[in-house]
Each structure stands twice: as structure tokens, then as C-alpha cells.
């Protein structure tokens, strides 16, 4: 951590004493990166191999590295209750990716994503001890939620939206959100390298029957679920069943397998075939869907603005003048960062929905309601086409009751101050391009809201709801790669560019594991 960011967080620990708590927070990291950092990378709660194994340890027991083998005792869970366990031991070169816990103060994940950073660097051939680390490779702000005791890291919204020309709104559940003292109090930070720009600031509160579930959906409607019912049948491209891996959010997630990415052949995108029951006479259906942007994909945004080089500038002015339209086109032709929901109909497959993408630290529930009164048969049938390595998905489940939208009421903060003490909340009461600007190096805001009155029977769902953009900061840059972007507007080529790009530091993350 760099005493600038000390800095910073002591100048704003003397600004708002009252609010001065720890924070924890929950990460996905890559295998090199466990394998880099060993015991100081955090609690092991969670393992995914290579093989597409998935591993998930206690809280209070978590796994632990002895000898470059991860050991603990997994547990089994039926209905979220725990059965058993049994002891295990995972290779650190098997790993794919961990989900690790760790206490620290509200700037702890810039020490986490520099380590990523560090791993980037030494992927690129860049081992001198004494060079500086890159940029972490992730974005967005973070939102921390207060739950009584801790801010916890509960979420990264508007991912992608790169510059003023894709600013965009996003809803994102704040669930370790708890009122104390008749208030709701939340932290946005900055913690990388890049400038935030936050338009908008609100907490949206949505009352509901108990024993729903509610999510919003690209608009900000919040879809109510009465009865999701889970994947009758789920399998990829190979055949191999993803039933269990989606019936649930349980934390193991689909995402490409490493065998299928590393492979010369291997296709720019996945094919996952999602079978519902279908009840006779259903005219519509709600599909809930977590899922997320992958640590490589988001990587991927500042290997993409790279590639301009000297001309970065340019091509943000170009984005501003042209607005979100041509890039969300691009995104949703490779199923990048915007997804396809495409629906088996007697014509064929038809999109019906989308899933956009967020950030790669947390994954969101998102909504997509659409038509099947034209489906016959008993049988809903769904095809994803992830752009390959992109894309990591938890739960799809579907309901097909009329339940209206639930009602959110939007709260304004009651009390909004910036890094230096000033008062944010003429900035954050609107979308009107007149924001408070983050600048990188640790800037951080303070929100708190006042508690509405419960509603008798019904239970409360909290959401953030935030728009704005940022700016990623790339150091060092040359020319622009024009050779590489003038392909970009071939269908497919960003994804096969990426998946060759995936190869080259898979070997290397293997020749680092083998030096060690």
C-alpha cells in the first residue's frame, strides 16, 4: 500500500470518526495467485479445479495450504444445511480459481488486486523485484454495506461502463446491509487504478411478501418470483451436466473449463442448453440468473483499451460522441459482455432476453421476463452462448407466475460526504452529469439513509442504486496496435485474440508454478 493511500485513509478516518470500522470481504482469485501469495492470500473458503471440480469449506474451518497442497475437510450441503465432511487435498496446480476472506480496513481489496496486478506482471515476463506492479484487473467502484459490526464488501456496479459515453444505472442487492441506530449506512470506494465518476447515489428499498424473491432487471423493475423452479436438465457443448451447478446459488459456478480454452481449436464460445418444466397454459416466464464477468474477462477491458495505445484518448472522445449503441452491439454479437437468452420455438431459437454482465468480484441476480404463450410442449428450453472465458454463471431458475413488479420506494441519502469532509448530496440526488469524481489512490464517500417503517408481513429486500462511469488509467502505452484492431469488427476475432492471449499465460502461470 502506498503512502499516498495511508494517507488518505488517515485523512479520512480524522473526517468521519463516527463511521471508522473494519471491513471484510470475500474474493475470487485466481490459481497462480493462491500460489503466489500461499497463507497471506487470505481464509480458503471455496476451491474450483481445472478439472471443473468444486470444493467449499466453513467459515470457521477453513482450507490451508501445507507443502503447495490445499488440505481441509469439504462440506456437503443439502438444502443449505450441513451434512458432512471429508477431509481433501488439492494441488495449488490444479486450482483454477479460490474464493478467499480476509478482515481489513475499507481499502483492503487494492492490496488484494494489486497482487493480481503482481501476477499479471510476472505472466508477462516482468520478474525484476523492483519493478512497480500494474494496474489491478478488475473495475468499478465498490459499494461496502455497514452490517452492525463491519463494512462488508457487498458490490460492484455499472461494470464496463469504461467512459462518459456508457455511463449506464445499476441495481445490485446489498444483502449484508443491516439498520442500526434508524439508519442504513454504506461506503462507495475507489481502490484502483482509475477515475470513478458517481452521478447518482440512492438505496432502493422493496417490500415484499415473505417467501418471494425479487430482482431487478435492465430497466430497474424489480421482478417478483413467487415459485423459481430449478434446470430439469443442463448440459454444455460436451454433454457434461450442469444440473446441479445451476439449480442453486451456492458459489460453484459454471465457467469455461481451463481444458476447453487452452485447446488451439478451442471455439469463442460456450453452448449451454437449460431445460425447465414448462406447466400447461404459462404465458410468460421470469428467469433469475446470477452470474458474472470472469477475473480474465475483466482483465480483458484493459487488454482491449490497450491495444489503442497513444490514441486511448481518441477513442474515448469517439465513444462520448457516439454513445453506447455500437459498443453494446459489439458486445452482444460475441455474447462478451452482454448475453443472448435464446428460447427453442417452432421456428428455431429466438432471442428473448438478456443477461448483462457485472463485476468479477461479486455476482448479481439479474431478471429477464419474456413471452412463451407460442411454446408448446411441457418443456422450456434455453441456449447461452458465453463468449468463451468470459463468463461465470451460478443459479438459473425460472418462474412463470403474474406477479407484478414489487414497488421499490428510492431513498436520497440523509447525509453524503466526500474524502474531504464535503457534502456529496446535491452531486448524488440525480442523474444530471454533474458527479462526484473519485479520483485513483483510495478516495471513498460516506452514505447513510434513514430506515423507512416496516410493513407488517413483508419482508425487505435492499438494493443500491448507482450511475455513473470510469475511466481505466493505463501507464506506459506506445502505439496503437492498428493490425489488431482493425479486426475487432470481424464476428468472433476479440474472443479468439483473448482465448490466444489465455493460452500464452497459462503456459507461463505453469512455468512460474514449476520455478517455485
Same mark, same amino acid.
Given at each position: 500500500?502506498?503512502?499516498?493511500?495511508?494517507?488518505?485513509?488517515?485523512?479520512?478516518?480524522?473526517?468521519?470518526?463516527?463511521?471508522?470500522?473494519?471491513?471484510?470481504?470475500?474474493?475470487?482469485?485466481?490459481?497462480?495467485?493462491?500460489?503466489?501469495?500461499?497463507?497471506?492470500?487470505?481464509?480458503?473458503?471455496?476451491?474450483?479445479?481445472?478439472?471443473?471440480?468444486?470444493?467449499?469449506?466453513?467459515?470457521?474451518?477453513?482450507?490451508?495450504?501445507?507443502?503447495?497442497?490445499?488440505?481441509?475437510?469439504?462440506?456437503?450441503?443439502?438444502?443449505?444445511?450441513?451434512?458432512?465432511?471429508?477431509?481433501?487435498?488439492?494441488?495449488? &496446480?490444479?486450482? $483454477?480459481?479460490?474464493?478467499?476472506?480476509?478482515?481489513?480496513?475499507?481499502?483492503?481489496?487494492?492490496?488484494?488486486?494489486?497482487?493480481?496486478?503482481?501476477?499479471?506482471?510476472?505472466?508477462?515476463?516482468?520478474?525484476?523485484?523492483?519493478?512497480?506492479?500494474?494496474?489491478?484487473?478488475? /473495475?468499478?467502484?465498490?459499494?461496502?454495506?455497514?452490517?452492525?459490526?463491519? !463494512?462488508?464488501?457487498?458490490?460492484?456496479?455499472? %461494470?464496463?461502463?469504461?467512459?462518459?459515453?456508457?455511463?449506464?444505472?445499476?441495481?445490485?442487492?446489498?444483502? #449484508?446491509?443491516? &439498520?442500526?441506530?434508524?439508519?442504513?449506512?454504506?461506503?462507495?470506494?475507489?481502490?484502483? $487504478?482509475?477515475?470513478?465518476?458517481?452521478?447518482?447515489?440512492?438505496?432502493? =428499498?422493496?417490500?415484499?411478501?415473505?417467501?418471494?424473491?425479487?430482482?431487478?432487471?435492465?430497466?430497474?423493475?424489480?421482478?417478483?418470483?413467487?415459485?423459481?423452479?430449478?434446470?430439469?436438465?443442463?448440459?454444455?457443448? *460436451?454433454?457434461?451436466?450442469?444440473?446441479?451447478?445451476?439449480?442453486?446459488?451456492?458459489? #460453484?459456478?459454471? #465457467?469455461?473449463?481451463?481444458?476447453?480454452?487452452?485447446?488451439?481449436?478451442?471455439?469463442?464460445?460456450?453452448?449451454?442448453?437449460?431445460?425447465?418444466?414448462?406447466?400447461? %397454459?404459462?404465458?410468460?416466464?421470469?428467469?433469475?440468473?446470477?452470474?458474472?464477468?470472469?477475473?480474465? +474477462?475483466?482483465?480483458?477491458?484493459?487488454?482491449?483499451?490497450?491495444?489503442?495505445?497513444?490514441?486511448?484518448?481518441? !477513442? !474515448?472522445?469517439?465513444?462520448?460522441?457516439?454513445?453506447?449503441?455500437?459498443?453494446?452491439?459489439?458486445? @452482444?454479437?460475441?455474447?462478451?459482455?452482454?448475453?443472448?437468452?435464446?428460447?427453442?420455438?417452432?421456428?428455431?431459437?429466438?432471442?428473448?432476453?438478456?443477461?448483462? +454482465? +457485472? +463485476?468479477?468480484?461479486?455476482?448479481?441476480?439479474?431478471? /429477464?421476463?419474456?413471452?412463451?404463450?407460442?411454446?408448446?410442449?411441457?418443456?422450456?428450453?434455453?441456449?447461452?452462448?458465453?463468449?468463451?472465458?468470459?463468463?461465470?454463471?451460478?443459479?438459473?431458475?425460472?418462474?412463470?407466475?403474474? /406477479?407484478?413488479?414489487?414497488? %421499490? =420506494?428510492?431513498?436520497?441519502?440523509?447525509?453524503?460526504?466526500?474524502? @474531504?469532509?464535503?457534502?456529496?448530496?446535491?452531486?448524488?440526488?440525480?442523474?444530471?452529469?454533474?458527479?462526484?469524481?473519485?479520483?485513483?489512490?483510495?478516495?471513498?464517500?460516506?452514505?447513510?439513509?434513514?430506515?423507512?417503517?416496516?410493513?407488517?408481513?413483508?419482508?425487505?429486500?435492499?438494493?443500491?442504486?448507482?450511475? %455513473?462511469? !470510469?475511466?481505466?488509467?493505463?501507464?506506459?502505452?506506445?502505439?496503437?496496435?492498428?493490425?489488431?484492431?482493425?479486426?475487432? $469488427?470481424?464476428?468472433?476475432?476479440?474472443?479468439?485474440?483473448?482465448?490466444?492471449?489465455?493460452?500464452?499465460? *497459462?503456459?507461463?502461470?505453469?512455468?512460474?508454478?514449476?520455478?517455485?
Amino acid at each position: 500500500m502506498t503512502r499516498q493511500f495511508i494517507a488518505l485513509l488517515v485523512s479520512a478516518a480524522l473526517v468521519v470518526p463516527q463511521w471508522s470500522c473494519a471491513t471484510t470481504k470475500s474474493v475470487t482469485i485466481s490459481g497462480a495467485e493462491l500460489a503466489e501469495k500461499g497463507k497471506n492470500a487470505g481464509s480458503i473458503v471455496s476451491v474450483a479445479t481445472k478439472s471443473g471440480d468444486f470444493y467449499t469449506f466453513a467459515d470457521d474451518d477453513p482450507a490451508k495450504i501445507v507443502n503447495f497442497v490445499i488440505t481441509g475437510q469439504a462440506i456437503t450441503r443439502v438444502a443449505f444445511q450441513q451434512v458432512t465432511k471429508r477431509s481433501v487435498s488439492i494441488p495449488l &496446480a490444479d486450482v $483454477d480459481t479460490a474464493e478467499v476472506r480476509r478482515p481489513s480496513d475499507a481499502g483492503g481489496v487494492l492490496w488484494v488486486l494489486v497482487g493480481m496486478g503482481l501476477i499479471a506482471a510476472l505472466l508477462a515476463g516482468n520478474h525484476k523485484s523492483d519493478s512497480p506492479p500494474p494496474g489491478p484487473q478488475t /473495475s468499478c467502484p465498490f459499494v461496502y454495506s455497514f452490517d452492525g459490526r463491519d !463494512y462488508v464488501m457487498d458490490a460492484e456496479p455499472y %461494470g464496463g461502463a469504461i467512459s462518459r459515453g456508457l455511463a449506464r444505472t445499476d441495481w445490485a442487492r446489498l444483502e #449484508h446491509l443491516e &439498520a442500526v441506530d434508524a439508519e442504513y449506512r454504506i461506503r462507495l470506494t475507489n481502490e484502483l $487504478d482509475e477515475t470513478e465518476y458517481v452521478d447518482e447515489a440512492k438505496l432502493v =428499498v422493496v417490500d415484499h411478501p415473505v417467501g418471494t424473491t425479487v430482482a431487478p432487471d435492465l430497466l430497474g423493475w424489480q421482478v417478483t418470483f413467487t415459485g423459481l423452479v430449478p434446470p430439469s436438465r443442463a448440459s454444455d457443448r *460436451h454433454g457434461r451436466d450442469l444440473t446441479a451447478i445451476l439449480a442453486k446459488g451456492d458459489r #460453484h459456478m459454471w #465457467h469455461t473449463p481451463a481444458q476447453d480454452a487452452l485447446g488451439a481449436d478451442a471455439p469463442v464460445k460456450d453452448e449451454l442448453i437449460v431445460e425447465f418444466p414448462k406447466p400447461p %397454459g404459462a404465458r410468460q416466464a421470469k428467469l433469475l440468473v446470477n452470474a458474472a464477468t470472469t477475473l480474465w +474477462g475483466s482483465r480483458m477491458v484493459r487488454e482491449f483499451l490497450g491495444l489503442h495505445g497513444e490514441s486511448l484518448e481518441s !477513442y !474515448y472522445s469517439t465513444i462520448d460522441q457516439q454513445g453506447r449503441l455500437p459498443i453494446l452491439a459489439w458486445a @452482444a454479437r460475441d455474447d462478451v459482455y452482454a448475453m443472448h437468452v435464446r428460447v427453442a420455438t417452432p421456428k428455431g431459437w429466438e432471442n428473448r432476453g438478456w443477461v448483462i +454482465g +457485472g +463485476g468479477s468480484l461479486l455476482s448479481e441476480d439479474r431478471a /429477464s421476463t419474456f413471452d412463451v404463450s407460442d411454446l408448446p410442449g411441457e418443456t422450456l428450453r434455453i441456449q447461452l452462448s458465453p463468449a468463451a472465458a468470459f463468463w461465470a454463471i451460478d443459479m438459473m431458475n425460472v418462474d412463470y407466475s403474474d /406477479s407484478p413488479p414489487a414497488k %421499490g =420506494v428510492e431513498l436520497a441519502a440523509e447525509r453524503a460526504q466526500g474524502q @474531504a469532509g464535503e457534502d456529496l448530496r446535491p452531486l448524488l440526488l440525480a442523474t444530471d452529469q454533474k458527479s462526484y469524481v473519485m479520483p485513483r489512490g483510495g478516495t471513498r464517500a460516506e452514505l447513510s439513509f434513514r430506515v423507512p417503517p416496516p410493513v407488517p408481513g413483508q419482508a425487505r429486500t435492499l438494493f443500491v442504486k448507482l450511475n %455513473g462511469y !470510469y475511466r481505466i488509467a493505463l501507464e506506459g502505452v506506445g502505439p496503437a496496435q492498428r493490425a489488431v484492431l482493425d479486426r475487432f $469488427d470481424e464476428p468472433g476475432f476479440p474472443v479468439r485474440w483473448s482465448l490466444e492471449r489465455y493460452r500464452e499465460a *497459462h503456459a507461463e502461470e505453469q512455468a512460474l508454478l514449476a520455478r517455485r
